[in-house]
């Protein structure tokens, strides 16, 4: 019985040295890889977007990328290159008329209502930035 709870505190002496030894490896760990500096290529994912662009990206993402993809069609249409005259007047003029068959279509209540405070025409010619650019 003796010699089973020397080896047994052995073991457990041992593994707790090995967990310290390997969690201080992991904690120091240099990486001797050389880092090579090239810059990446726009095709990457890292577009070249004006400063307006860049705002809108975020108005975008934060309001719109739920439903909406730039050229795919998602829970709603692809935007891209969408017709800024439309989307202006759809979303902003207080009088301007659509057709009610295509209210529940566009779903033009509910973005009125639900993005009121961030649609306004600062912030929708942002978007309007973004999604007209060219996609490469």
């Not at 040295?17 to 969690?23: P, R």
């Not at 306004?120 to 650019?133: G, H, K, P, V």
């Amino acid at each position: 019985m003796n010699k089973i709870r020397q080896i047994i505190l052995l073991s457990v002496l041992l593994i707790t040295l090995l967990t310290g030894f390997i969690f201080y490896e992991i904690k120091t760990y240099q990486s001797t890889y050389l880092v090579c500096a090239m810059p990446v290529p726009a095709y990457c994912g890292n577009p070249d977007l004006t400063e307006n662009e860049t705002k809108g990206r975020e108005i975008f993402n934060s309001n719109c990328a739920a439903c909406h993809k730039l050229d795919a069609r998602s829970t709603g249409p692809a935007l891209r290159n969408i017709d800024s005259l439309v989307i202006t007047k759809w979303m902003i003029g207080k009088n301007h008329k659509i057709d009610s068959t295509k209210i529940d279509k566009l779903g033009m209540d509910y973005h009125r209502t639900m993005f009121k405070d961030f649609v306004n025409e600062e912030n929708l010619a942002l978007i309007i930035d973004y999604c007209s650019r060219t996609r490469y």
